[in-house]
């Protein structure tokens, strides 16, 4: 299938699927169809991940700052999701996925909380490869609600401020009880975070490919695995604290 060693397999790679307008704006499509096309992106990224070894895949799907496209783009994005939801969840559950969903949750308007809970709940007890999507994502504002929510237990006398340790504030994020990210990877040729993950990355490998997100194939993902492979991974210490590629 790939010639992946299983230790030097990522437990999870979270990705910044970027480029879909330009995919479309390239071909002179609308960028809806850019967005389109990126969900059988998805599709062959879950796949692929899962028949890899990885134990956890985490998709920017729609970020807090996005509501601010056009209202259009906006529509075009949410009927994506839903629609992957709707004609997805029962194939994902087959192949025993289990969706986590990230993101502010509240004040969300329509069908689409609901669709995101019934992903979880359907699939809460499968014991594949996790689906992290995060959806009306911002790592500021996850941190700001993680902080709120600590700040209240304070306050209502139930913790006390000097416990307040790096591992609570994780337990406090919507990421509470996924490893951190060892590897971030974002399409398109940019070079940034853009508000995602940024506690969670603290040590993460980070890859900047070229290709935009719809052409991001099931070998474009393996390559980038193989890329991961060679790195060493140091967290802070002189030594490597994985020497991925020999697996010492
Ligand atoms: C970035 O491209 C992509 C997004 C903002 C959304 C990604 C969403 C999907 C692939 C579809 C739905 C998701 C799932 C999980 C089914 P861009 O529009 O910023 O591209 P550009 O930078 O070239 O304009």
């Keep these: 299938m790939n010639q992946l060693s299983p ?86 559950h087959k192949q025993n996925v289990r969706i986590r969903i990230i993101g502010d949750k509240t004040n969300l308007s329509g069908d689409i909380l609901p669709l995101l809970l019934e992903a979880e709940e359907t699939t809460r007890a499968n014991t594949g490869i996790t689906l992290v999507i995060a959806f009306n994502y911002g790592a500021r504002d996850e941190i700001a609600r993680a902080a709120r929510q600590l700040a209240a237990e304070v306050a209502a006398g139930r913790l006390e401020a000097s416990a307040i340790t790096s591992e609570r504030i994780g337990a406090a994020l919507d990421t509470a009880g996924i490893p951190d990210p060892d590897l971030v990877i974002r399409t398109s040729g940019e070079e940034r975070l853009s508000n995602f993950l940024l506690w969670q990355a603290a040590y993460a490998e980070l890859m900047f490919i070229p290709e935009f997100w719809p052409d991001f194939s099931r070998d474009t993902f393996v390559a980038a695995l193989s890329r991961y492979a060679m790195r060493e991974r140091r967290f802070g210490g002189l030594q490597p604290a994985t020497t991925l590629a020999t697996g010492s």
């Design 7 to 92: 230790s030097t397999v990522p437990a999870h790679v979270a990705i910044i699927m970027d480029g879909n307008g330009r995919w479309a704006n390239a071909r002179g499509l609308p960028r809806a169809m850019g967005h389109r096309k990126g969900v059988e992106a998805v599709r062959e990224a879950v796949k692929t991940a899962a028949e890899c070894g990885i134990s956890y895949l985490t998709l920017f799907a729609f970020s807090s700052e996005n509501w601010s496209r056009p209202e259009s783009e906006v529509s075009d994005l949410m009927g994506l999701l839903k629609a992957f939801i709707r004609r997805d969840l029962a194939v994902l």
